[in-house]
């Protein structure tokens, strides 16, 4: 089964991301795969593309994506 994981504003970086493993995943750093930066801010969901963890923004926040220069 892949794990899913409702997140938070709060839980995202500057860039309106987070990154995978996470300890939000409660997944051990030990056999973790490489880091992989998410864009949850963009659509309000990603998926990792090593573990498949599902990571959606809770649906009564509405993140800020950050400003493209």
């Not at 300890?23 to 990603?46: C, Q, R, T």
């Not at 009564?60 to 994506?65: G, I």
């Amino acid at each position: 089964m892949t794990p899913s994981i409702v997140v938070q504003e709060s839980d995202l970086n500057g860039h309106g991301g987070l990154f995978c493993p996470s300890p939000l995943a409660h997944m051990s750093i030990w056999n973790a795969h490489p880091k992989v930066f998410l864009d949850v801010a963009k659509l309000g969901h990603a998926k990792c593309p090593y573990c498949s963890t599902q990571y959606t923004l809770k649906q009564d926040v509405q993140a800020s994506a950050p400003a493209q220069a």
